[in-house]
T-cell receptor
Framework: DGGITQSPKYLFRKEGQNVTLSCEQN?????MYWYRQDPGQGLRLIYYSQIVNDFQKGDIAEGYSVSREKKESFPLTVTSAQKNPTAFYLCASRKSTGTGISYNEQFFGPGTRLTVL | GEDVEQSLFLSVREGDSSVINCTYTDSSSTYLYWYKQEPGAGLQLLTYIFSNMDMKQDQRLTVLLNKKDKHLSLRIADTQTGDSAIYFCASKGAAGNKLTFGGGTRVLVKP
């Protein structure tokens, strides 16, 4: 089955520690995205990548870092510089070729809930 | 920057129609989307509308777009308990490949 997987589903971190969230897709999509979701708020874009070895900052990139060494994988590192990291993190991917809805639709993973203790 | 606004909460009785409203600011929006999020899960695309359309119907779902007022609505006919979820409106501008999401509307369906 094609899809996006995120692991782990729940993650606990001590203050001052870096932590890496995994996102893998087997949809052969070029573009990948990381969003943060806080209670009662919409999704805010952290980073996105249109192609391997390239990525751009989103609206709230401070305290986060990413890499895109493989098409299938787009891991997100939450660093100790992120002041309020407790949130639900969602990864998405998009085809980015073709036209119409297949080109524009973002497919989402199940999310990782990060809690800082 | 672009902004998308939604009301926070909607309560509806099973079998009634639900209407979720959304306003956006980006006049260059090309696609407008409705996503559904069930508890603890990712987002699932429900439906979308292209900016040159006024209405789109897909089974129980009807999307209305008033481009002049930058207003989008999602009507769910014959609402079921399985429709209880958070619904997000999102817009895609003409330039770039990013979506701007609203804050989400939590829909509670009462038996």
């Amino acid at each position: 089955d094609g899809g996006i997987t995120q692991s782990p589903k729940y993650l606990f971190r001590k203050e001052g520690q870096n932590v890496t969230l995994s996102c893998e897709q087997n949809l052969n999509h070029d573009a990948m995205y990381w969003y943060r979701q806080d209670p009662g708020q919409g999704l805010r874009l952290i980073y996105y990548s249109q192609i391997v070895n390239d990525f751009q900052k989103g609206d709230i990139a401070e305290g986060y870092s990413v890499s895109r060494e493989k098409k299938e994988s787009f891991p997100l590192t939450v660093t100790s510089a992120q002041k309020n990291p407790t949130a639900f993190y969602l990864c998405a991917s998009r085809k980015s070729t073709g036209t119409g809805i297949s080109y524009n639709e973002q497919f989402f993973g199940p999310g990782t809930r990060l809690t800082v203790l | 920057g672009e902004d998308v606004e939604q009301s926070l909460f909607l309560s509806v009785r099973e079998g009634d129609s639900s209407v979720i409203n959304c306003t956006y600011t980006d006049s260059s929006s090309t696609y407008l989307y409705w996503y559904k999020q069930e508890p603890g899960a990712g987002l699932q695309l429900l439906t979308y509308i292209f900016s040159n359309m006024d209405m789109k119907q897909d089974q129980r779902l009807t999307v209305l777009l008033n481009k002049k007022d930058k207003h989008l609505s999602l009507r769910i006919a014959d609402t079921q308990t399985g429709d209880s979820a958070i619904y997000f409106c999102a817009s895609k501008g003409a330039a770039g490949n990013k979506l701007t999401f609203g804050g989400g509307t939590r829909v509670l369906v009462k038996p």
